[in-house]
């Protein structure tokens, strides 16, 4: 594992264009699209764990999502769970998150990734 590596998980969309699976008050990266018991968030933080402990990771997302967040990740630090001051697309997110990871890890490498994903093979 890298220490200094920290990841941005971005999941603040609706998931708009998967509807009527994905609704606005529970979009498809809280949804278990797969049918294997978890979510395609908690699926992307499953892949990444190997290289980088959940301490490292970030998640940010929209205000009404912060509980589910709690709910799918249960391990994640409650500081790392971010809700964007306002929904301006992804530059604008990536860059608030940058922001306050460089306030506790000055020399980060950061990687940002979206939450909803579909990954099948990981090897």
């Known amino acids: 594992m890298y220490n200094d590596i920290q990841i941005i998980i971005m999941a603040g969309g609706i998931g708009s264009?998967?509807?009527?699976?994905?609704?606005?008050?529970y979009p498809k990266q809280f949804i278990d699209v797969?049918?294997?018991g978890r979510s395609l968030i908690q699926l992307t933080v499953d892949?990444?764990?190997?290289?980088?402990?959940?301490?490292?990771?970030?998640?940010?997302?929209?205000?009404k999502y912060i509980r589910i967040v709690k709910?799918?990740?249960?391990d994640m630090?409650?500081?790392n769970?971010?809700?964007?001051?306002?929904?301006r697309n992804t530059a604008p997110c990536i860059a608030y998150v940058c922001w306050k990871i460089q306030k506790k890890h000055p020399d980060a490498n950061i990687v940002v990734t979206p939450s909803d994903a579909l990954v099948i093979n990981t090897s």
């Open 81 to 87: 769970i971010l809700a964007e001051p306002e929904a």
């Open 17 to 25: 264009r998967f509807w009527p699976m994905s609704i606005p008050d």
């Open 77 to 79: 630090p409650v500081d």
């Open 47 to 63: 892949r990444l764990k190997p290289i980088c402990p959940v301490e490292n990771m970030w998640v940010v997302t929209n205000e």
């Open 34 to 36: 797969m049918g294997v």
């Open 71 to 74: 709910e799918q990740i249960p």
